[in-house]
């Protein structure tokens, strides 16, 4: 499996992935509290955030790559911002060799 099979939820200070086709829960991780929890997918990372900190989770397993808890910001709500242009350029250049690899 890959994390494009999957879905990545984020609710009551957990993120859940969930298998694409079928919903099942494939794993769960708490992360803090039960807030909202702020979800971003990019660059084969998972970025989280909910209770004023923010987290990066492998997509495979949810485990913590790392952790920052935004020290003097309290305890808000925190909104994730990414360059969508590079992931989306990143994604075109992946589809591009899978076709050159699929073609030799």
């Known amino acids: 499996m890959k994390p ?8 009551k200070g957990s993120v859940v992935a969930l298998n694409r086709a079928s919903g099942q829960q494939v794993w769960t991780t708490h992360l803090k509290g039960a807030d909202f929890v702020n979800v971003v997918l990019q660059d084969g990372a998972i970025l989280a955030s909910c209770y004023g900190e923010i987290f990066c989770l492998d997509p495979l397993t949810g485990q913590a790559r790392w952790h920052n808890p935004l020290k003097g910001f309290g305890m808000g709500l925190a909104s994730i911002a990414t360059d969508t242009a590079t992931v989306l350029a990143a ?9 050159a690899a699929a073609c030799a």
Do not use: L, N
Not at 4 to 11: A, K, L, N, Q, T
């Open 91 to 99: 994604k075109h250049r992946y589809d591009e060799q899978a076709a």
């Open 4 to 11: 494009s099979d999957w879905i990545f939820v984020g609710i």
